[in-house]
């Protein structure tokens, strides 16, 4: 099919309001969402500092790569292949179990919900 749309293409996106004029083009990436499969070690201290390798698919290596523990700081993530990362976890403010999640451009987030994405900090 001409019309499918490859992870790491790019496409030029013009707009009409009037079917007859154009904006300038812009360009458009595709990419496929990465997702993450595990993270090792799941439980680190309050004080952060925890090196944790993050498994999952789709990574791509850019200047916005990073990992977001909850709703702490987001850190940035050391990319060591397409299913490798390393993050370092920020300090947290008490003992708590959060959702380790993933940006490849910083704004969208991996949507993985489950156990396997947990953080445990502890005191």
């Known amino acids: ?63 916005t790569l990073g990992c977001q523990f909850g709703s702490l700081a987001r850190v940035m993530a050391e990319y060591k292949s397409d299913s490798e990362l390393i993050c370092v976890s920020p300090p947290a403010e008490v003992a708590s179990t959060l959702l380790v999640r993933i940006t490849v451009n910083g704004r969208d987030f991996s949507a993985d919900d489950d156990m396997y994405m947990m953080f445990r900090y502890h005191d």
């Open 1 to 63: 099919n001409d019309d499918e749309v490859v992870s790491g293409s790019t496409a030029l996106l013009s707009v009409t309001t009037n079917g007859q004029d154009w904006s300038d083009s812009v360009p458009l990436n595709f990419a496929v969402g990465c997702s993450v499969a595990s993270i090792y070690p799941a439980m680190g201290s309050v004080a952060g500092g925890t090196r944790i390798v993050v498994r999952g698919e789709h990574f791509r290596p850019t200047d």
